[in-house]
């Protein structure tokens, strides 16, 4: 079954500082997106990407968020600065034949 | 409008009762339709697939498609307390592409 780490599991920052969250998927998923959930609100696309390529960056609300994925393999979400409208529970997805859309954890970011 | 659409509940059925949870979705080029249940703090985890009009069943789901009505449906047989969660409809415009996710609909089994 395919899997999907992400880290930290939580992150509490202050308003301008700099957060890096990350993605583990098992190996072999060419396709991976991130997807935010902030509060009241529904899970949102921000980006897939395909190997290490960025497929479609649509979703990436500004140009503080930059999202790389090394080699086609982890993936990282940085933003910087944090804002407090950023806070919200971050995840990472893979697509399988299998299992669809299969979700990592995700990182619950508070901006404080 | 929002792009897919679904009643936020909460929805209360008893144990046993068949539970049944909708969702509209606004792009007719949606292919793939999904159904996720999410536990409070959990990841969403994938119940159920379907790409096709007509019904699919899955041990106690059953997911109902309807595209020329643009209507995704859920149905729970036998509800059990363990089946309390939120359900969010998600549809795709193909296997590739990004997830438009509903808000979800609160399900809340009663024993």
């Known amino acids: 079954e395919a899997g999907v780490t992400q880290f930290p599991s939580h992150s509490v920052i202050e308003k301008g500082q700099t957060v890096t969250l990350r993605c583990d998927p098992i190996s072999g998923h060419d396709n991976l997106y991130w997807y935010r959930r902030v509060m009241g609100k529904e899970i949102k696309f921000l980006l897939h990407?395909?190997?290490?390529?960025?497929?479609?960056e649509s979703g990436m609300p500004n140009n503080r968020f930059l999202a790389e994925r090394t080699g086609g393999t982890y993936s990282t979400l940085k933003v910087q600065p944090a804002e407090l409208e950023d806070s919200g529970v971050y995840f990472c997805?893979?697509?399988?034949?299998?299992?669809?859309?299969?979700f990592g954890s995700g990182t619950r970011l508070t901006v404080v | 409008q929002k792009e897919v659409e679904q009643n936020s509940g909460p929805l209360s059925v008893p144990e046993g009762a068949i539970a049944s949870l909708n969702c509209t979705y606004s792009d007719r080029g949606s292919q793939s339709f999904f159904w996720y249940r999410q536990y409070s703090g959990k990841s969403p985890e994938l119940i159920m697939s379907?790409?096709?009009?007509g019904d699919k069943e899955d041990g106690r789901f059953t997911a109902q498609l309807n595209k020329a009505s643009q209507y995704v449906s859920l149905l729970i047989r036998d509800s059990q307390p363990s089946d309390s969660a939120t359900y969010l409809c998600a549809v795709s415009g193909n296997a590739g592409n990004m997830l438009t996710f509903g808000g979800g609909t609160r399900l809340m089994v009663k024993p």
């Open positions: 379907i790409y096709s009009n």
């Open positions: 997805a893979i697509r399988t034949v299998y299992y669809g859309y299969t």
């Open positions: 990407f395909v190997k290490e390529s960025k497929q479609d």
